[in-house]
Structure formats: C-alpha cells, structure tokens
C-alpha cells in the first residue's frame, strides 16, 4: 500500500491534520487508483499547543478505531499509521505522531545556537539576523536571542527555520528515508503567516530534495524525485488587537507577502514542488484571542482547515503521471486554489462548489447521523432491537468496552465539537442542525416522505439498521458498529435525502 | 393498514355461512310466501344438494353416495320449517313419492257373498245397504281406483258387472233383495268360506284388489261336528293365506259392521230360524297388495261409511323394502350419551345419571315414524305389541300429534321412553309383534244354538274366531320373530 | 377437523369451560336435531381463530414490521387485541346463532356457554400466537422483529 507522509507543521498543520481526520472517520476517500495510507509527522516545538494535544489523541483514537474496519469502505477505512508503526520493533522510536525537536524544550535560542560560544564575526552577523524583539512566557518582551523555544517560533520564522533545519540529521527523518518508496507521496501542511510553519515548510522540502546529498539516509534517490504537495495556509482569521502580543494580525500580511516572495524564488520558481495548494480567507469574522502560545493556543476549528484537508484528498487524487519529478524537479507542478459558491458568513452545504459538496456532504453526513443516533437513541433501544441483539450484541457490555466508551466515544465527542467550533466560527460552516428532527438534520435538505414510504426519523434508522444486519456476519461488535451504520446511513442518506 | 384489517375481519365473519346453513336459507326463502314448495323449486333444492360439494353434510339425504332419498329430504325440510316456525303441512311439500303414487290405481273386485243367510241383511232398506253403497259410492271415485267391478260370490262367481259405474253402484245396491240374489243364483244354500276366499283371492294381482262382503257364518251342514268343521275350515283358510302370502305382499283390512237382519238365519244344523229387526254383524274385508290396502286405508274411506265399523283388524306383513324411521331425541333424557352416532342409532358413551334424584338411571328417548304402517295410530298405543329384548327397560309410549307442543318432532308418531336402571353394553332390539284383537273373542260364538232368544248369541258370528286365528296364523304365527317392524339401539358405555 | 377443533376447545376433556350441549352444538348439531350436519361452529371459528392469530402475527412481524411495535409490550398489546376479538367474536357468533333460533331445539345453551367457548377461543388464540413466536422458525423472516418474544425483548 502506498503512503502519504503527512507532515503538518505547527498549529495550523495540527488542526488541517484534525479536519483531515475527521474526514477520513467519515469515510471520505481520495478517488485514487492506489490505497493510500497517511503517515503524519507532527512538527511544532509548541510541546504544549492544545490543538497539537487534541489532533494527537484523536490520532490514537482513529488509529485504534481504524484496526476494526475492514479497510475498504466505511468509516475509519483509510489507515492512518505513525511513522515508528513502520519499521520493526527493535529500532522503534515513541509511538506517536510528533517529530521530536531536539533541545528545544527549556532552552532559549541563544543558548540551542550556542551563542555564546560563536566567535565575534558570527556573533555579530547573529545580532543582525535576529534582532528585535519577542514576547515571553509573562509577556515580558525579550530579545529574539532571548526567547524559549517551547512556545514555539511566536511568528519568527527566521528562528524557525535555524532550529527545524536539524530535521534532516534527525532519527525521525532517517526512518522516514529509509521507509520510503517510489510510490509513496509526500505532503506539508503549513500556515505562511505565522513561525513554526513558515519556516518549516521550504526547510523540510529543501531537504528531501536534497536528500541525495545526505550521507546518514537512505532511499536517497526516491526523496529526491518524490511527488511532493504542500498546502500553505494565507491568513483566514481574524486576530484581536493586542499590543502587547509579539503577533499581530497586520503582521500577517507582510509576513505572508514576504514568504511568498521567498516561495517565488526557492520554491516555486526553482519547481521543487509538484502542486502547491494556496488557501486563504479574507473574511473579516470574530477575532481569535491573540495568544502566542504560552497558554496552550486553543482556536476554534475552522472551514478553511477542512478545506485544506480536501486539498489533501486532492493531492492524492492526482494521478502519478501529471507529478513526474526529474532531478529533484517537477516537470509540470500544479498550483491550486480553494473556492465556494457563496460568499455567505455561515457556509451550509449547499454554498459550497458541487465538487466539494459531492466530496463531502454525503460521508459527513453519515458520520453526523451516526453520531447523533449513538448519541441520543442507542440507550434507548439497546438489547430490543434486532440490529442489537443478533450476534455478535451490541449491549451494555459492548458500550463498557474500551473500544467503545473510550475509543470512538471521545473520538465522536472530538468530533462534535469540531463541528460545533466550525459553526461558531465567522467564517462559519455548519452543515447541520442540532436539536431537530431528524427529518431535518442537514441545513437545506429535508427527508423526503410519501404515504408509502416511512419518515426519516431513528425508528426509520431502526428499520434499515435490522435490514442491513439481518443475515450478515460481523467478525465483532465492533466491525458491527462500524459497517452497519456505515451501510445504513448511505442508504437512508441516499435514497431518503438526495445525496 | 387499518382498513385492510377489518375488510379481512368482516370477510371472514361473513363467510362463515355452512351450504346446509344456505340450503336452509334458500328452502325456507321458497316458502316463506306462499308457502308451498312446488316441484320446480323442490327440483332446485335437489340440484342444490347434488352439487354441493360437502358431501359430508349432505349425505343425510342420500342413500348412497349419488342418490337422493326423496323421503330424508321430504322429512328433513318439514323438520326444517317447522324449526323456522313456518306452519307447513306436508301436502305443500311437493314430493315425488306422492306424485308418483298418485299416478298408479287399480281395480277393485266387489264380491257380495250371496248365501241365504245373507238375505236378511237387504231386505228392504238396511244398514248393511247404505253402509255398501257409502263405500263403494267413495271407492268408486277415488283416483286409485281405476276400474270398479261388482259381483256376487259363493261357490263361483255367479254374478258380475265389470267397469261398474255410479248408475251401477247405484242399481247394484238397490237391487239388493233375496229375490235378487236368487236370481243371480248360484249354490246359496252352503257357506263354504274357505271357498268363497279361495275364489277372491283368486283374483288378485298386482292390478286388482278385492273387497269382499259377508257375515261370515259358517255352515257346516247338518250331519257335522260344528266345532271341528270349524277348526278344519281355519286351517284351510291359513294354509291358503300361507300360501298366498308366501307368493306376494298381500295385506287386507277386516271391518267388523253392524246392520239390522230380518229374515232366515240359518244355524250351524242349517236348521232356517226367522229373525226380525235385529242387529247382526257382517264384515267387509278389503285384500290386496300392501300398496292398494295403504291407499285405501290412506284414503279414510272406511272411517267415511255411513253407519261406520265396530271394528277394524289390519293384517299385514312386515315391510322388507323400507326401514322404520326411527330417531333417538338428543333430549330430554337422564344420564349422559353423546351426540355423535345418535344418527345411526347408537348410545355412545352412555353413562347412568350421578345426581341423586336420578342416580344410576339411565332414560333416553325414541321418536318413531308409523306412519308408513298400514297398522292405525291406535295400534302403536298399546304397550302389548312391543316387545323389548332387555326386560329390564321400561317404556313409556307418547303419540304425537302434528299440532301438540312436539311440534318439532314433526314427521314422528310416537315418542317411545325408555328407561332401565340396568345400563349396560348390548343392542336393544325393539319389535312390534301383533296380537290377536280382542273384539274378535267378542263379536265370536261358539255356538247359535239359542239364536232366536239370546241376545248376545244374534250379535255375534258363529266360529269367527276360528276364521280369524286362521287368518292370523298365515300372517303371524309362522313369521316368528319377524315382527311387523323393528328397529334397533346399539347401547355402549 | 371438526374432531380436532372439538378436542382443541374442550380442552382434551380436562377442562370443558362450557355445557356439553353447547359441545353438540358447535360440532355441528344441526337444527332438525337430526345429524352433526348443521354449522359446524368448531371448524369455522376454529379456523378463523387460526387465520386471525397468523395474521395478528403477519401483522406485527412481517406487515407492520416495525422497529416500533417490536417489543414485548407491543407483543402483549397484539395479543390482547386478538384475544379480544377472538373472545368476542366466539361468543357473539354462538351467542346469534343461538339466539336467532338456528339450533336443535333439544339444546340447552345459553349465554354462559357463549362466554365459556369464547373464553376457550382466546386462550387458544392467545397459545398459538405464543407458539408461533416463541419458535424462531416463522420470525426469522422479520427485519425488525426476528427476536420479538412474548417475554423479550
């Protein structure tokens, strides 16, 4: 099976892969001749970033729900895999997503440069190179030299892109070489406006193109001419007005605009890259709180995260041919933009272009309806219900499990509240409505119903979930869950609201 | 949803109607009008039965598995009307039977035995005359009787008006004086009864009755035992009826008449004694086939005489051709049997009564058609002729009448009771055996000795009890246990 | 069959809930007191107490089919309405049939035999509608009610 190494960088890169996930969950799938499996690479030296923290442990609970999924369609099908999942256990690394930045954690950036220590000519030239100043953990303005580095780059990415250049001499990077084939495909989520990411993304690129002149890896000659995408996310909210922070939202432009020139001449320019997704929003919605990161910046999940996740459907969705590399170079590289019908403050499904809405509104809806039996009728009707109770049985015992009360219950809490964040989010998405009928549950589309046929409501559901699961076998309760309402869902969704 | 539901419901309710149930219904439509069943809608129902397709159900009108018995079905729909309160009589029933016995008559032979003793009897205007007219007059113009054929009878026929019609009758009967019967000659000095029968049953067939008129006096003559002659003439007389019977059904009807006398009576010495104005008794027998002897009796002719008959004695055989009607009543009774085989004439599961007033009795109840017996309703009265094959049952004998509160037992005569507080396993068999009439001993004298003076001895017939045994005997006497009808009950606990 | 019905309704012998007049009548004891060749009763209410309680059953398990009527509860309230209308219609068939005069005049019957063989009705009902759901034979064609019970789910 092919992979995709996802590396997503910084907070903006945690809450694409957050969005991503929650598309995978949903059964959305790349419309690709080859499977692909996502192998992603957190990196942010942000250690405490809460958006790294909830894509992390939605991460485990995807992966831990995807081993029960029989792999071809449904929800959870896609295989999402961490990097040390892919080489034998003697050499495994932790088994989590992040790439593990070294000396960062306590150290100031004098100190992981080894200020001191330079002679006065390189002192000097770094005096001038990181001049001015940050803010720190007490909003205390410090030097740029100053500054801690476990909150992360602060929106310097001339300091990001000094401490993420060690990526190619790291563990992390050696087995991601190694483990890489021709087949496989690369892709780097990052924001162009903020630290971490706008500095992570043209080092990490440069050094997979350049993987051939580093003499620690291997599969040096496949990282040279993989197939390379990469999203790089233009400024999409809105930032309150602090003075005392060290980010400020008229920064951004400039600092976009300064990286894409940078992009112009050493990405772009020089085809390095074989399609490039830009995505923005100049919205001009509810700020975010302006926090630099010292308290765990936790922002609200936005459209445009989703929408940079479809761009990583796309990517895989591209077909080998039109990403042909030569020397490290792209023949032909492709640059694409995100667009929606409507220009509305509150997006529903029916404002988005038909591509994107046929790409999504079925499968999340799916995964929205599902979640909302579990949530509000499942205990109702456990043990009396056919579905239930033919084997293997969904009953009080099944939703003890660690698979159940753990795994997809926080998983599906995750993802109602990411749904909730993007509804509350201006720009806003909200696809659905809460607290309805069930007849009603999409925004814009209402089931339909005739004399002869029944309405939509969780009876209805009922009825097709005990059809679907009359005479089938499931290898587990779990299984069970996963294919029934998968099946069930598509059906009632299709034929019932047009999808 | 709902609808279909009761649709289904109401449809299941409404076909729960048997084809007898719509037999029924259709048989009591035909005559709630007018009353009548013609033979058009008689022939509807029979259509009906014949393609029925339950043939379990319909078989009680079929004596096989394809034919009908007229006479179940006749019985059944007169049980059925008068169940629906719809008063019917039978003859509104139309029937083929009825429709087929009245196309077939016959001819009677009248024979007026013409011996001098008779002569008493038609001088001037008798009794005896209009009671002969009455009856001939009747029979004459019953649609039995085909050809009326009168004539004197003694040693031989020395008389006789063939297709006598009512002129006929009418000079026969008035003609009727000793000159006459002098006249119309013969041997009148001797009354040879042995012979006289022997010449009428001569006549007999399957197309001709007889009816034959005397006083049945013997004459033995005057050098002879009266007594033994007599017993001799009986026996003559039974082995010819013996003989008679053993070729064919025949059946006959003794009238036993009462008409004055005024003339020469002539004693067993054949010595003349002259009577005047006084009753005497004569008898008109009417013989024939079982059939003729039904119609006639059927016909109430003989109740129709002018002066009316003392006494009647139908002799007949047993019928061979037809089963006694017999039905056991489900209820009222004492104790417990079931329902099923009640039809075939078995007691099943027959249990004695356990309440206390009743205990360990056991009674159950009979109702039986005579009606096809040529034996009088009065006959069937009497507890004598029945004869039980387990002593140990009591009977109660009840007739029905059509308009008593038996009403539903319609087509019944009798209701027998019967009733043992011995219940055990058998076949009660229970037979009707006649018994010699006690009037016979009556209206018989032994001698006529003091005819002149002796009142009792001038109403009575020398050695008719001779003459009736003899009779008697042919009919029953060597027929034993062959009753005139029986029926059984299979009895099992 | 009408045999059959006969044994079915009086219970074997064991436990007769009516007069065994009211036996004779419903085997069919016809108006003439002659034969068993009136209405038999047995059979007709016999069977339609069959069909009704299949279809009692068709209706809950295969033409409502419902993920709403397909617990216990829902089991007992089908029985009760097809009890009813079994007891019912048991004793207002006899019960007309007696009344309108279309028996052997011989029977003793009355409204407490009605009642009795309507009761008898019911139960029998009542036992075969719990025989055919209790075995998974017939059910297991249902998609909302293959597991529905007299005493689960």
Known sequence: ?????????????????????????????????????????????????????????????????????????????????????????????????????????????????????????????????????????????????????????????????????????????????????????????????????????PTILKNIRNAKNNPAIDGKGFLQDSKIGALTVLPYFNLETDTNSPIQKSDFIAKTRAALHYYKDNLTGNHSINALYYIGDDYNGNPYQNDPGDHGQQNKAHFVELAAALGIIDFIEIPDAELHTVEGKAIRPIYKEFGIKNDAPQLRLSDLEIHTEQKLALRLSQLELWNRYLQEHLQEVLEKRSWCISDPAIDKRFLETPFYRTYLSEFLDAYKTWIQEMGENRRGFEPFQQQTALHSFIKDKTASKSLFSKAVDFNMCDDRLNTYAKGKAFASGNQKLLQLFFETTEDILTTKFGL | ???????????????????????NTLAVQMVREDRVLDQQEYEKLIQYIQKSSDTEVF??????????????????????????????????????????????????????????????????????????????????????????????????????????????IQEFIEKLEPDNFKKRGGERGVSDIKQVLDIVLNQLDQH?????????????????????????????????????????????????????????????????????????????????????????????????????????????????????????????????????????????????SREDRTKDLFKFHVAVDFSKSMQPTAFFNNPAHYKLSDPDYTLVIEPLENSSKQIKLSGYTHLLGLQTSHLRDEVLTINLIPELPAWIEEVSAETDRDILKDVAQQQRTLGFKYLAEGIYDAYYKHTEGRSLEQFEITIKQ | MNNFFANLYEWFGFMPLYSSDMKDHLKGWDITCTDFIGTPWYVYIGSLMIITTGFVYALQYHIMDSPRFCEKKHWWLFALI??????????????????????????????????????????????????????????????NCSYTTFWKP
């Open chain 2, 208 to 352: 001709h009755a007889a009816i034959l008129i005397s006083d049945f006096v013997f004459s033995p003559g005057r050098d002879k035992d009266a007594r033994e002659y007599m017993i001799h003439q009986s026996i003559g007389i039974k082995n010819s009826m013996t003989e008679l019977l053993e070729k064919s059904d025949v059946s006959m009807v003794v009238l036993q008449m009462n008409s004055t006398f005024s003339g020469m009576y002539y004693t067993h010495t054949n010595t003349p004694v002259k009577l005047t104005g006084i009753k005497r008794p004569y008898y008109i027998w009417i013989i024939g086939s079982s059939p003729q002897i039904k119609k006639i009796i059927d016909s109430h002719y003989l109740e129709q005489i002018k002066g009316g008959y003392q006494h009647e004695w139908i002799l007949n055989r047993p019928r061979e051709d037809q089963k006694l009607n017999f039905k056991i009543q489900y209820a009222p009774r004492i104790g417990y049997f079931s329902a099923h085989g009640i039809k075939e004439g078995h007691l099943l599961e027959a249990a004695s």
């Open chain 3, 82 to 143: 097809l009890t009813s209308f079994n007891f019912l219609m048991a004793m207002i068939l006899t019960y007309h049939s007696i009344h309108s005069g279309n028996h052997c005049y011989q029977l003793r019957l009355g409204l407490s035999d009605s009642i009795g063989f309507g009761i008898s009705n019911a139960l029998w009902s009542l036992l075969l509608l719990m025989l055919i759901s209790s075995f998974p034979l017939f059910r297991r064609w249902s998609t």
């Open chain 1, 1 to 201: 099976m092919a992979r995709l190494f996802l590396f997503a960088i910084g907070g903006t890169g945690s809450r694409v892969l957050k969005s991503l996930t929650m598309l995978l969950a949903a059964g959305i799938k790349p419309n690709s001749a080859k499977e692909f499996e996502i192998v992603p690479i957190i990196i942010d030296p942000h250690n405490t970033n809460e958006d790294l923290k909830r894509t992390e442990r939605l991460l485990n609970n995807y992966q831990y729900i995807a081993a029960h999924s029989d792999g071809k369609e449904g929800f959870f099908s896609t295989r999402i895999q961490t990097l040390d999942n892919l080489v034998s256990s003697a050499n495994r690394l932790s088994g989590n997503f992040m790439f593990n930045l070294q000396q960062v954690s306590g150290n100031t950036f004098s100190e992981y440069i080894e200020f001191n220590q330079l002679d006065d000519a390189n002192r000097s030239l770094m005096d001038i190179l990181f001049s001015g100043t940050s803010i720190n953990n007490y909003h205390e303005k410090v030097d740029l030299l100053d500054i801690k580095m476990d909150i992360g780059f602060v929106g310097n990415p001339n300091v990001g892109s000094v401490v993420l250049n060690q990526f190619k001499d790291s563990d992390e990077f050696k087995e991601f070489a190694s483990n890489f084939n021709q087949e496989d495909r690369i892709f780097i989520i990052s924001s162009i406006f903020g630290g971490t990411g706008a500095a992570g993304f």
């Open chain 2, 59 to 168: 078989r009680v009108f079929k004596t096989d598995k394809a034919s009908i018995d007229p006479e179940q079905v006749h019985n059944y729909l007169i049980n059925l009307f008068k169940a629906k309160q719809l008063m019917i009589s039978s003859e509104n029933l139309w029937n083929p039977e009825t429709y087929l016995t009245a196309n077939t008559s016959f001819n009677i032979n009248v024979f007026l035995e013409n011996s001098a003793s008779m002569d008493g009897y038609v001088s001037g205007v008798t009794q005896f005359e209009s009671d002969i007219y009455s009856l001939l007059g009747n029979i004459k113009t019953a649609d039995f009787c085909d050809t009326l054929n009168l004539g004197y009878v003694n040693n031989g026929i020395p008389y006789r008006k063939r297709n006598a019609n009512l002129n006929d």
């Open chain 2, 1 to 23: 949803m709902k609808k279909i539901y009761i649709l289904l419901i109401a449809l299941c309710i409404s076909s729960c109607t048997s084809e007898i149930e719509s037999f």
